[in-house]
Nanobody, 120 residues
Framework: QVQLVESGGGSVQAGGSLRLSCGYSRATNSMAWFRQAPGKEREGVAAIRSDGITSYADSVKGRFTISKDNTKNTLDLQMNSQKPEDTAMYYC?????????????????WGQGTQVTVSS
């Protein structure tokens, strides 16, 4: 049992920044951020393992950074240089597997989602 609650979503102009946070009830081997826009499949954005190894989608490399704050039990996603294509519902996820970190089937715990809208 892992409970996840996202926060920090909102609206931003293209080129701007947002920081998402996900509070978790207990640590897992892998945690990740996914996003889904209407009419599109859920996409793995960024993931981090308990050993600190990270993985990013090519579309966000150099712009997004995933991190964990162990003192606050939060998983964060810093999103810089935002583009309209980043507009989506963003979900926090947790799972036991250390592999296939950007595939949704790897994760069995999910937050409720937080909306991010980027205008041009």
């Amino acid at each position: 049992q892992v409970q996840l609650v996202e926060s920090g979503g909102g609206s931003v102009q293209a080129g701007g920044s947002l920081r998402l946070s996900c509070g978790y009830s207990r640590a897992t081997n892998s945690m990740a951020w996914f996003r889904q826009a209407p009419g599109k499949e859920r996409e793995g954005v960024a993931a981090i393992r308990s050993d600190g190894i990270t993985s990013y989608a090519d579309s966000v490399k150099g712009r997004f950074t995933i991190s964990k704050d162990n003192t606050k039990n939060t998983l964060d996603l810093q999103m810089n240089s935002q583009k309209p294509e980043d507009t989506a519902m963003y979900y926090c996820a947790a799972g036991v597997s250390r592999w296939n970190l950007l595939l949704s089937r790897t994760y069995n715990y999910w937050g409720q989602g937080t909306q991010v809208t980027v205008s041009s």
